[in-house]
Each structure stands twice: as C-alpha cells, then as structure tokens.
C-alpha cells in the first residue's frame, strides 16, 4: 500500500552518529560495543546497525540468535554477540551458522556449543558472563576463572571474550557498582594467575558510561570495551547523570489530529466517563493508543505537543485512540501531534524520559513498546 497511516516514528540518523560519538569519547579510547536488541530499542536494528556500523562500530550486540540472523541477512558482516545464549542444540547450530558470537552462561551452554562448533567444522568464538551481583545470568564470581580456564583449553570453542552487568549504575549511590567493579576484577586477575587473556573485556552499560567520570578509576585495567544501549538513542537511564544533557534523541514518535470537537462543562469523554470538561474547550482525537506503545496508565497523565505547546490527553487511553484536551487554542484536523521527541520545526522538546515517568515506567519500555504498525520513517 502507499498510503501510510499518519502515526509515524521518524528516526533521526545524524542523532543516533551524535550519540555513538559521545559514547566513543566517554569510553577513553576503549570500543564501543552497540547494543541492538530488541529491533535497536524499537528503532529498527537493520537502519540502526548500518549506521553505526558507517561511524565506525564493528560489533553489536543482540539478545537472541534471530535477531543475530536477521542482520546477517541484512549484510552486516561485523561482530554479534549474542547475550542471551542459546537454548537447544537448533539454536546452537544457527549461531555457528551464522558465524555469530553467544554467550555462555552456564555448562549447558558448552555441551550446546561445542557440539555445534564440531558439526560445522569451525571453531566458534564465545564470551563469557560473570555474575557480579545482577543474579539473572552468568556464572559465580567464585567459578569463574576455573570456567575461563575450561573455556580456554575447549576444542572447537575460542574463549574471546569476558564481561558482567552493573545492577545499580543508574543510582545516585556508585558503591554497588563498584563493589561489582572489585569483584570482577578479583575474577580477571585469578584467571590471569591461569593463564587466561581474553582478548575482550567489556562492562559498562549506558548508566555507568554516561557516569564514566565517577567510575573510570574503579573499572578494571582489563577492560578495553564498553556496552552502551540506551543512551546510543538519546534517552538516559537518569537525567541528572554527567553528559545526559549532551544526548540527541533519535525517535520522534508523531501523528496528526483526526478528529476535532467541542464540549461543555460537565461533559465526558471516553471509556469509564473518568474525564470530564471543567469548562468550554475543544477535544482533539489522534489515531493512536495502546497498541500503538502509548501506555494505558497515561490516562488523564499524559502530554503531547500541538503547534508547539503542551496539551494533556483527556480520559483513557483506547487500543487506538487517544483524546487531547486542547481548551479554546487553535487546532486544526490534519495538525500534526508529537507523542515524544523533538517538537517539529525546533519547538519545544517532550523527552521520552518524561513521557515515561508519568506513565509510571521507563524510558526503555517506551521506546520498545512503539509497535509494529507504526512506520518507521528517517528523518532528512
């Protein structure tokens, strides 16, 4: 079809080269390893992942082997790892096929990978992860360098790489994260008392990167990359962190008013009746709502931009509608709403940082949850 629906994500790719710039100064010469999963935090991974990969990024990260698959398919040819690992021998064989990177987790994923490297006929790369204090995946700071070891002598497997995962870098307090820090620096200096260089060493999520003043002089000597995710979209983990005020944000989710009303005071309007006129006033409705991503808790929370200023939604969130209070301002049908991103034209900014709070959640969420029939359209 050629008609495209008017609720759109544009994707600003300048942006997004801003942001991997910024990331590739905080890192202080060490790599930056772009994070991709979930379809680039709902941006497109293939658009995402070439234009990176134009500035400079030469490994990503995914979380599954198909999201791996579906940029092999597009033509990236640089590294993928893949965090999540693999779950049966299919998915191993799809790894080694792919000539992607998984993760290792556990000793299930070694019988898993070694099969799959044997039955392929090449050796196949893996990093490992080391569970520093997030306790979901990895294996115990206390196992870890005989793990490394075992990895290190594994026919068939080639021990690449070394990471773990900061549980609290996006909190005001930094001593979690640097106890992890310890830890895992205990952890690489045991395995180095075996023998074991991994040649990558990655730790560092937006949080701590975009803190990376605070941390430098904790992060181990080892550690020559970084994982950036979020912050490569131009949303923070938290606003006050050192450098958020320099992130461009690449989404702009927009539509445009489809419907235009007057109401009286005491009147309702949507599902539950839960909002209701305080005076004369124009609602406008956009062709947009939950399944779009735009969260059923932002009703009578919201904001969105209209000819540059703020509106409120007026009652619930429908599956495919929201309703905005637009008082006695000027609207039109056809003018075009910003659900969040840059106003169009330079006016005014609604962060989807801040979208996200009134909702109640996070900026993540927000940005995975734009779903799939909304285009994603690039900005020029």
Not at 59 to 84: K, N, Y
Request: proline share 6%; net charge neutral; charged share 20%.
């Amino acid at each position: 079809m050629k008609g495209l629906r008017p609720t759109t994500a544009h994707i600003d790719p300048s942006a997004l080269v801003s942001n991997f710039e910024l990331a590739q100064r905080l890192a202080s010469g060490r790599e930056v390893i772009g994070v991709v999963k979930a379809d680039a935090y709902g941006h497109g991974a293939v658009r995402v992942t070439r234009r990176l990969a134009a500035a400079g990024c030469r490994r990503f990260a995914v979380m599954t082997a198909a999201e791996g698959g579906a940029l092999r398919e597009a033509g990236l040819l640089g590294s993928i790892l893949v965090l999540g690992g693999v779950h049966d021998a299919a998915e191993a064989a799809d790894v080694a096929a792919l000539d992607l990177t998984p993760v290792v987790h556990h000793a299930g994923h070694v019988s898993l990978l070694r099969r799959a490297a044997r039955e392929s006929g090449r050796p196949l790369a893996v990093h490992l992860s080391v569970d520093t204090g997030m306790a979901r995946m990895g294996v115990s700071p206390e196992d870890g360098p005989a793990f490394m070891a075992q990895l290190a002598e594994e026919r068939g497997l080639q021990l690449e790489g070394v990471y773990t995962h900061l549980c609290c870098a996006d909190e005001p307090d930094l001593e979690v994260s640097r106890a992890q820090l310890r830890l895992f620096a205990e952890v690489l200096a045991a395995a180095r008392s075996r023998g074991v260089r991994p040649p990558c060493v990655h730790v560092a999520n937006s949080a701590a990167l975009l803190a990376a003043a605070a941390l430098e002089a904790d992060l181990p000597a080892e550690v020559n990359a970084v994982r950036p995710g979020l912050m490569l979209y131009g949303a923070a983990p938290r606003p006050d962190l050192p450098e958020a005020a320099s992130l461009r944000p690449v989404m702009q989710l927009r539509t445009r008013v489809a419907a235009v009303r007057w109401v009286r005071p005491g009147e309702t309007v949507g599902y539950g009746r839960s909002w209701q006129a305080r005076q004369r006033g124009r609602i406008a409705t956009v062709p947009v709502g939950y399944a779009d991503g735009i969260p059923w808790s932002l009703a009578n929370r919201g904001v969105a931009l209209l000819r540059g200023r703020r509106v409120p939604y007026a009652g619930r969130v429908s599956m495919d509608l929201v309703t905005l209070d637009v008082g006695e301002a000027p609207v039109e049908i056809g003018d075009p709403v910003v659900l969040f991103g840059p106003g169009l034209d330079g006016e005014g900014l609604l962060p989807v940082e801040e979208l996200a709070a009134l909702a109640g959640t996070l900026a993540y969420e927000l940005l995975v949850r734009v779903g799939g029939r909304v285009p994603r359209v690039e900005a020029r």
